[in-house]
């Protein structure tokens, strides 16, 4: 799915929401989309975390949601200090919901309301501190070498 296929409105909505979540906690929310997967969607996601520089959170608590929208596929991925904290049952309970929400066509509404959620989980763990910096870009990134 390319950047096109968002209008103005969905991508201003998942954007607001990683803003929205990021406010409360010193953890970092990106999301990545992309046309076509070529490999098992978790080792894309993983490819896409270290390309975006996910990896040098100061707290390793950044948290990546890919979505290669022709193959229906997704992934959620955290890094050790949240993936420790939260466990494999929470990263698939939003794949659930995102699915659930991607099953209506609600694209945006679905990648907002997992945000939300990853960004209530990071709250508990990684809650904002004063002197919190924004330690990634809160854009959506779009595309790769599948596309």
């Not at 296929?5 to 954007?15: G, L, M, T, Y």
């Not at 997967?37 to 950044?62: C, S």
């Not at 990684?126 to 854009?139: G, S």
């Amino acid at each position: 799915m390319a950047k096109e296929n968002f209008s103005e409105k969905d991508q201003a909505q998942i954007v607001a929401a990683i803003q929205a979540a990021e406010k409360e906690t010193s953890g970092e929310i990106r999301v990545h989309i992309e046309a076509h997967v070529a490999t098992d969607p978790m080792d894309r996601a993983k490819e896409i975390f270290f390309e975006l520089g996910m990896h040098q959170t100061a707290q390793k608590n950044a948290v990546l949601i890919y979505l290669a929208y022709n193959n229906q596929k997704l992934a959620i991925i955290g890094d050790a200090g949240i993936h420790e904290k939260v466990g494999d049952d929470f990263w698939r309970s939003e794949k659930d919901l995102l699915i659930s929400y991607f099953k209506k066509n609600e694209y945006a509404l679905g990648l907002a309301k997992a945000i939300e959620k990853v960004g209530e989980k990071l709250k508990v763990y990684f809650p904002y501190q004063t002197d919190d910096k924004n330690e990634l870009n809160d854009a959506i990134s779009f595309g790769g070498k599948h596309d």
